[in-house]
């Protein structure tokens, strides 16, 4: 399957070095390998290939003969997101779109971070703490997350806590959502909120299926953003909005530090948010969209410049790129991945 993004790394690859960065089994390998160049293949799961690397004894002559698993281009918008909501959206669960593949790969995959990422990073003895902290960040996602909260559960200090955070975005596993404050040291300060690279992980967890729709909102925005700083330079950003009122929208884009879209995840509400109305009357340049998980048709309140999208449509067009034409796989551009 072509990726949209092999001609800009073909390009930058005449001039500079590119580091290709991500989550574990999201699909670097299988996309470094489509480029077509000769190349050696060393995995760093091997500790052959580990200790080639430690003493720079690979063969730079190598020409690697690669067979590619082929798959349809084509799928659903609808089907694509239940899949996500389901099953997840790394390639081996989605593609396999069947719960117990699922859980068997999800079982290694955890199991490889936290057993061998990890312990290649840092020298962490309290394995088993941070597993749990995984677990308690399932049950808060979509909320605000303390660090003196989480302290008092793990009864460890909350600079441990931070630390242990920041690890698992390193590696990965949770990326933070900060709340919007024009003061950027003040948002840092701030209680953050948690999602998870992997969605299927929440579902098979159990969680709340509001929760698990609004980590794939979240994935889908972040996704599109990184590619907005990659592939153009510019600085974007995704936060939540929440005042002390405790009126809240769920995410702010950012390009440029300039507010371009405001959006509310819902799993089934057809009445658009209050907050969303008032947040929108603060950003009058913004979109303001509700994005609905259950919706059968767009739905627009003109006179406060809201519009509410069904989910599965919002999602597979989804871009923030102003000047990138990249080729069209229907359904799957918005949802296919983490």
Partial sequence: MRRFAEDRIRKDLSKKIVLLAGARQAGKTTLSRQLG????????????????LRLRQWDRQVEIVILVREVRDEIEPADALQRILTVGGFPEPFLSNDQNEARRWRRTHID????????????????????????????????TVSFSSLARDLEVSAHTVKHWLEILENLYVIFAVRPFHTNVARSILKESKYYFYDTGALAQAGVDQGAVFENAVACALARELHLTEDFTGRKANLCFLRDKEKREVDFLVLIDRTPQ???????????????????????PAARALQVVRSLDRPREDRARSLRMLPAADYLAEISFLEDIVRPRIRGARGLGGP
């Fill in 261 to 283: 879209q405001l959006i509310e995840a819902k799993w089934a509400d057809d009445t658009f948010s209050r907050s969303l109305g008032y947040f929108r009357n603060l950003f």
């Fill in 37 to 52: 160049l000769k190349h050696a293949y060393l995995n760093f799961d091997s500790a052959e290939d580990r200790k080639l």
């Fill in 112 to 143: 490889s971070i936290l057993r061998e990422d990890l312990l290649d990073l840092e020298k962490v003895r309290a394995l088993k703490s941070i597993e749990l902290l995984v677990e308690l960040l399932t049950e808060r996602v979509s909320s």
